[in-house]
């Protein structure tokens, strides 16, 4: 008796997006921010800033600043698309014979 097989798409390729960022730059804001958190509780336990505890404004500097910040270098990174070199003229005769397998 064979075992029936269905195929099944799979799309690894698939990005999770929020704000216009990916799921790793969350976390890297998600880390930095508790990094804040603990140098605020650590090294300013008595101070306050706008009438919030340090370890809490470091946190929502962190957060407000970079959450913009990365939006905006995703979006000039898209709109500064790197020429290739050979849409500026330039050639690589190395490379074209090296992957041709047909030239001796």
């Known amino acids: 008796m064979s075992l029936r097989v269905s195929p099944v798409s799979r ?5 999770i997006m929020l704000f216009g ?3 790793e730059d969350l976390m890297v804001i998600t880390v ?3 990094a ?9 336990s008595d ?5 919030l505890p340090m370890n809490w404004a470091l946190l929502l500097i962190v957060v407000c600043s970079s ?10 990174q898209t709109a500064w698309v790197i020429p290739q070199p050979s849409s500026i003229g330039i050639q ?5 014979h090296a992957l041709s397998p047909t030239q001796s």
């Open 11 to 15: 799309n690894l390729n698939a990005q």
């Open 21 to 23: 960022l990916e799921f």
């Open 32 to 34: 930095l921010g508790v």
């Open 36 to 44: 804040a958190m603990l140098i605020g509780q650590f090294l300013f």
């Open 47 to 51: 101070r306050y800033l706008f009438f």
């Open 67 to 76: 959450v913009p910040a990365l939006m905006l270098l995703k979006v000039w």
């Open 92 to 96: 690589s005769h190395t490379l074209t």
